[in-house]
C-alpha cells in the first residue's frame, strides 16, 4: 500500500499507471478543493497544467482533463484524499518524494491469516515491478 504525499504527482503516477490506484492507500494533499465543484477544478487544472502558484506537473496532458479530474474525483469519492488544509492546517511542506510504502506490523501478520496472506501477494505483486 502506499501513502501519497502530493495530488499532482501522484496523480500522474496514477494516470501514466506507475501506479495501481488500488495500491493507494491514501494522498495527502497541500489543495483544498472539490474536485466534483467546476470553479475549485479549473483553478486547480490550470495551476498544474501551467504553473503559476503550482509547478506545472500535468503540462502536456491538455488533452486528456477527464480523465485526470475522474481519478481526483475517484480519490476523493473513496476517501483517499486526505486534505489537511480543509482542517486549519497551514503546512506547505512539499516532500521531495511523492509517495511512501507502508508496511504491516508483525503482530498484524502473525494473528491475522486474512492479512498475512494479503501482504504476501502484495509483496509478490511488487517484486515483479521492481528494477
Avoid at 481519478?71 to 486549519?88: A, E
Avoid at 511542506?93 to 511512501?100: C, E, G, H, S
Avoid at 508483525?106 to 494473528?111: A, C, R, S, T, V
Wanted: with cysteine; net charge negative.
Amino acid at each position: 500500500m502506499k501513502v501519497g504525499l502530493s495530488l499532482s504527482r501522484c496523480v500522474r503516477d496514477l494516470f501514466e499507471e506507475k501506479v495501481d490506484f488500488h495500491d493507494v492507500l491514501v494522498v495527502i494533499s497541500r489543495t483544498d478543493f472539490d474536485p466534483k465543484n467546476d470553479r475549485h477544478w479549473e483553478s486547480l487544472w490550470q495551476g498544474y497544467l501551467h504553473g503559476g502558484v503550482s509547478s506545472p506537473v500535468w503540462h502536456g496532458l491538455d488533452d486528456h482533463e477527464t480523465d485526470i479530474r475522474n481519478i481526483c474525483i475517484d480519490l476523493y469519492v473513496n476517501g483517499k484524499l486526505h486534505q489537511p488544509r480543509q482542517y486549519g492546517s497551514t503546512n506547505r511542506f512539499r516532500a521531495d518524494y511523492p509517495w511512501l510504502d507502508t508496511i504491516v506490523s508483525d503482530d498484524d501478520l502473525n494473528h491475522n491469516p486474512t492479512v498475512k496472506d494479503a501482504w504476501q501477494k502484495y509483496q509478490v505483486v511488487a517484486g515483479l515491478s521492481r528494477k
